[in-house]
């Protein structure tokens, strides 16, 4: 199974300031995605992270306020912008590798909290 | 509509006793995978069990077990011998294939609490 390294832990921002969460992958893995966790609700998906092209987002979120970065196949960032309080949640990246996925793995986390 | 369904927002379990998380789900896929994670309060989101669709065994991972009925659309979590550390919430996901594209659609979430 992939491990995942997911980086800040956490952190406390300024609103109006911008955050770059990382997430690194021991192996190269096909599909990496970014979900969002607010304050005692589910996961809801931002976007799939494609490698060498834009990523893919979800109805609801856009690339100027979640810029989505993959160089490669064991790399991705995700940038918070332009943060507000309502952006306050958990982050994580999540890794799927190749067909016939039977398990899908998530990084640690970012425990975000925007003052 | 909502794809995963998790009725219970919260139970209580005895230590050593077992417990059982409902998950009900919804697609037109005729190959889809369901998926159990558990969140304790750090945050991080642990795998537990796997079903695909076409699995004609119900999976089973150490004390983590999936009670899998296809026509009820069906998936749900016992965890047998209840111990303190399985405090945590309780996520069902599940996988279409139609997409091909892997991403997962969670439910709603179960808050399980382990009484000593």
């Known amino acids: 199974s992939a491990v995942i390294s997911q980086k800040p832990s956490r952190d406390i921002c300024q609103r109006g300031t911008s955050l770059t969460i990382q997430c690194q992958v021991d192996?190269?893995?096909?599909?990496m995605f970014w979900y969002r966790q607010q304050p005692g609700q589910s996961l809801t998906l931002i976007a799939t992270?494609?490698?060498?092209?834009?990523?893919?987002?979800e109805s609801g979120f856009v690339i100027d306020k979640f810029p989505i970065s993959r160089p490669n196949l064991t790399f991705s960032t995700l940038t918070v912008s332009n943060m507000s309080p309502e952006d306050s949640s958990i982050y994580l990246c999540?890794?799927?590798?190749?067909?016939?996925?039977?398990?899908?793995?998530f990084g640690q986390g970012t425990r975000l909290t925007v003052v | 509509a909502q794809k995963i369904t998790q009725t219970q927002p919260g139970m209580f379990v005895q230590e050593k006793e077992a417990v059982t998380l409902d998950c009900t789900y919804d697609?037109?896929?005729?190959?889809?995978?369901l998926f159990w994670y558990k969140q304790p309060s750090s945050g991080e989101m642990i795998f537990l069990i796997y079903?695909?669709?076409?699995?004609?065994q119900n999976a089973t991972e150490g004390r983590y077990s999936l009670n899998f009925q296809k026509a009820r659309k069906s998936a749900n979590l016992v965890i047998s011998a209840s111990q303190l550390g399985d405090s945590a919430m309780y996520f069902c996901?599940?996988?279409?294939?139609?997409?091909?594209?892997?991403?997962?659609?969670f439910g709603a979430g179960t808050t399980v609490t382990v009484r000593a």
């Open positions: 999540s890794v799927a590798e190749g067909r016939g996925v039977t398990e899908a793995f």
């Open positions: 192996s190269q893995v096909t599909m």
């Open positions: 992270a494609n490698q060498g092209s834009e990523a893919t987002y």
């Open positions: 697609t037109s896929d005729q190959s889809y995978g």
């Open positions: 079903q695909g669709s076409y699995d004609e």
């Open positions: 996901a599940m996988r279409e294939s139609r997409s091909n594209d892997y991403k997962l659609s």
